[in-house]
């Protein structure tokens, strides 16, 4: 069966989805960004993130995601995710 697959904005994911997002992409969004048309036919920059029953496209431009990452205080003046920050999320989501 094929896993759904949900179009939303940074700002409207669960906690929890974006914790696991910053686990995965600890050095940033920005160079994973990928453009996929849109259901009206426009093209549309999204970062892909998998979970166990979902497939994300989470919309963002590319200064969104350097905005993200600059103001985002879990990660350093380097965009790279805390080391204490990322031990503690992979504890919290040792079972995802």
Do not use: W
């Not at 910053?22 to 993130?49: A, C, D, M």
């Not at 979970?51 to 994300?56: A, F, L, P, V």
């Amino acid at each position: 069966m094929d896993k759904p697959r949900v179009l939303k904005d940074y700002e409207s994911l669960d906690d929890s989805v974006v914790e696991l997002i910053k686990l995965h992409y600890s050095e940033g969004f920005e160079q994973h960004l990928l453009k996929i048309l849109s259901n009206n036919k426009k093209y549309v920059s999204v970062l892909p993130f998998e979970t166990d029953d979902k497939h994300y496209l989470i919309r963002m431009t590319s200064l969104e995601a350097r905005e993200l990452i600059e103001e985002d205080d879990d990660y350093d003046e380097f965009g790279n995710l805390k080391d204490y920050i990322r031990d503690e999320y992979e504890e919290k989501h040792s079972d995802d």
